[in-house]
């Protein structure tokens, strides 16, 4: 069973970047595709991006889509979400999950594993 360590977040003004990372133990995480979902208060959690085992396939929803990537180091047992020209409406917990999974998914529901999460807030 994997675990899931988020880090990285915190209070940054609008335009400025963030980079989260994932930190996995007790697995390796090359056998999981991984995902990074968000939610604000008051709102569901969201899709956020994705990527395959491998590193080669990703996904981002169309909100972050040009402003945020993933990427991973299974050397390192890590994945990482950079984020971009961040915007207010970004504000929210950001969770990374592990999908025992080739290719990546945008569902929540095929999701084995989930990190605590860390909190981002953009200032206007």
């Known amino acids: 069973q994997v675990q899931l360590v988020e880090s990285g977040g915190g209070l940054v003004q609008a335009g400025g970047s963030l980079r989260l990372s994932c930190a996995a133990s007790?697995?390796?995480?090359?056998?999981?595709?991984m995902g990074w979902f968000r939610q604000a208060p008051g709102k569901e959690r969201e899709f956020v991006a994705a990527?395959?085992?491998?590193?080669?396939?990703?996904y981002a929803a169309d909100s972050v889509k040009g402003r945020f990537t993933v990427s991973r180091d299974n050397a390192k047992n890590t994945v990482y979400l950079q984020m971009n020209r961040l915007k207010p409406e970004d504000t929210a917990d950001y969770y990374c999950?592990?999908?025992?999974?080739?290719?990546?998914?945008?569902?929540?529901?095929?999701?084995?594993?989930w990190g605590q999460g860390t909190q981002v807030t953009v200032s206007s």
């Open positions: 999950a592990a999908d025992f999974a080739i290719w990546p998914s945008r569902s929540i529901g095929e999701y084995d594993y």
């Open positions: 007790g697995g390796a995480v090359s056998r999981y595709a």
């Open positions: 990527i395959s085992r491998s590193g080669d396939t990703t």
